[in-house]
């Protein structure tokens, strides 16, 4: 990939590009503003060689996510990790807790996250943890105790049915949802997701205490946010928006008096009409269907709308907050990798990133989707291990044996580092290209139409930054033209290809593209 350097526009010649570094200095990230880097533990890097990552392993590897040093180009560059749940409990994906003020053994130690939040803001960067706080184990001991007395003060923290209750009642996926806590017992508990995480009852006050505790504990470890599983079931049923709303609202000014710019992002997997009030609470939610349409654009080689819906989203979004902050993702742990959804393009691949990292909020990035790791369902297939090489080395997990990343062609860390042609170089590049320019870091977003269903282009600006970003989304060459009002004088800031030509036309410009390029044109 060529970072481009800006230069005046002189016509009719071609433009002739060089590669260079930008000079500007990094954007320092508000507070919570930046890009994020998702974490299974588990699968990141083994420390002790037991095969199992661990914090110490993340800690091992802090310079491969962000070096401290802006200047740099052989670091990822990002600004914060969200870790997947650390807490201690019986299942391998751990949002089951037995613990919520302790990590699991298997992970590490108090002092060993303390020791890694120290050491990543040194880098500059953030922590965030994942709070599965809808429910607990069954082998939690408050459960065991409540189900075992009535009497138990705990037995209250959970949701019992009563002689009124349709055991038979189903969830909004069809599901279970009353659950016997033994055998020929006749006493039934809620559990939305599973019998084994039984729910936590919010309606008593008790319960929100010690929620907001827990949260507090953790920024006491040096925590500087929490990604917020389930958000939308802690009141399960549609019509108790508001109470959701309020209990996260009541929680971020609980977290408030230990850490004011506390920074909490949900995950509300719904569509925007019925995420925006949570941003009463919230400083972001997990955009799904901005997600699905990166992945239908990139699928297809064609724009579907997507800056214009990205835009009316924020526009929607600021009837509940004052500076909105979206959450763009292209999939997560829960979802089929990228690269398996796109069968292997790695073309189409950094065409995917290249959207995802010019869009407004804090872009989530999963591990192993910079090096365009494979993956499909179930689960434990697309939380495979990390691939630092092509076969073993220092750090390297193996607690699950890999079945789609796995053999001598197999992407890893190693094979693409060097190479700057690889999907891991293009990410670095794209999150740099994001990191100086203000326009891309905070700006607004407006779809501007091509003319041609192969280029997405939309502008981002911020105060007297504006950034014209065009993508070719196809694998063809493609000239579109751009009016003088529209070009407004901009310069080529950056692009992923040294071949984009700009001409005069008359009283338009004639910007050539190749396949599967993206550019930025500066205001």
Not at 100 to 110: H, K
Not at 264 to 283: C, F, Q, S, T
């Amino acid at each position: 990939m060529k970072k481009i350097t800006s230069m005046a526009l002189t016509l009719p010649l071609l433009f002739s590009f060089a590669s260079g570094a930008l000079a500007k200095p990094q954007i320092q990230s508000d507070s919570g503003l930046g890009v994020y880097y998702e974490i299974y533990v588990n699968s990141f890097s083994d420390s002790n060689n037991d095969g199992k990552g661990d914090l110490n392993g993340i800690l091992q590897k802090l310079d491969y996510l962000n070096d401290g040093n802006p200047h740099t180009k052989k670091d990822l560059g990002v600004d914060s990790l969200w870790l997947m749940p650390i807490g201690s409990s019986p299942s391998y994906h751990k949002y089951d807790t037995t613990d919520f003020y302790s990590v699991d053994p298997a992970y590490g130690t108090t002092e060993d996250f303390r020791r890694l939040t120290q050491e990543a803001h040194k880098r500059g960067m953030k922590v965030t943890i994942d709070l599965a706080l809808n429910h607990t184990s069954n082998k939690h001991p408050w459960f065991q105790a409540a189900a075992k007395d009535k009497n138990s003060p705990y037995r209250d923290y959970y949701i019992w049915a009563d002689e009124n209750t349709d055991l038979n009642e189903k969830g909004p996926w069809g599901q279970q949802l009353w659950h016997e806590s033994y055998p020929g017992s006749g006493d039934y508990y809620y559990a939305l997701f599973i019998d084994f995480m039984p729910d936590l009852n919010f309606d008593n006050p008790k319960v929100r205490e010690e929620m907001i505790n827990v949260g507090k504990h953790w920024l006491n470890q040096g925590v500087d946010g929490f990604r917020l599983d389930a958000a939308m079931h802690i009141y399960s049923k549609p019509d108790e928006v508001s109470k959701n709303v309020a209990w996260w609202d009541e929680f971020k000014r609980g977290l408030a008096e230990v850490k004011p710019d506390v920074y909490l992002v949900g995950e509300v997997w719904d569509r925007p009409n019925n995420i925006a009030p949570y941003y009463k609470a919230l400083d972001s939610s997990f955009d799904f269907d901005l997600s699905s349409k990166i992945l239908d654009a990139v699928q297809s080689g064609s724009d579907n709308g997507l800056a214009g819906f990205a835009s009316n989203t924020l526009d929607l979004y600021s009837k509940y907050a004052d500076n909105p902050i979206d959450a763009p993702f292209l999939t997560n742990h829960d979802q089929e990798r990228t690269m398996s959804l796109l069968n292997g393009d790695v073309n189409k691949a950094k065409t995917a990133a290249s959207i995802l990292l010019t869009l407004p909020g804090n872009p989530f990035i999963y591990y192993g989707e910079e090096i365009g790791m494979l993956g499909e369902k179930p689960d434990e297939n697309i939380r495979e291990p990390f691939r630092w090489y092509p076969g073993s080395g220092e750090g390297q997990t193996d607690w699950e044996p890999s079945r789609d990343n796995t053999g001598p062609d197999a992407v890893s860390v190693e094979s693409q580092e060097k190479d700057k042609d690889s999907l891991l170089s293009h990410y670095k590049e794209l999150i740099r290209f994001r990191h100086e320019s203000p326009a891309l870091m905070k700006g607004d977003i407006q779809e501007m139409t091509t003319g041609d269903s192969r280029i997405m282009g939309y502008t981002r600006t911020f105060e007297d930054d504006s950034v014209l970003v065009l993508h070719n989304l196809s694998a063809d060459t493609v000239t579109i033209q751009i009016s003088n009002e529209e070009w407004q004088g901009r310069k080529l800031e950056f692009s992923t290809s040294n071949e984009v030509k700009i001409k005069k036309a008359g009283d338009q410009l004639n910007i050539t593209i190749p396949a599967y390029t993206t550019c930025g044109l500066k205001k």
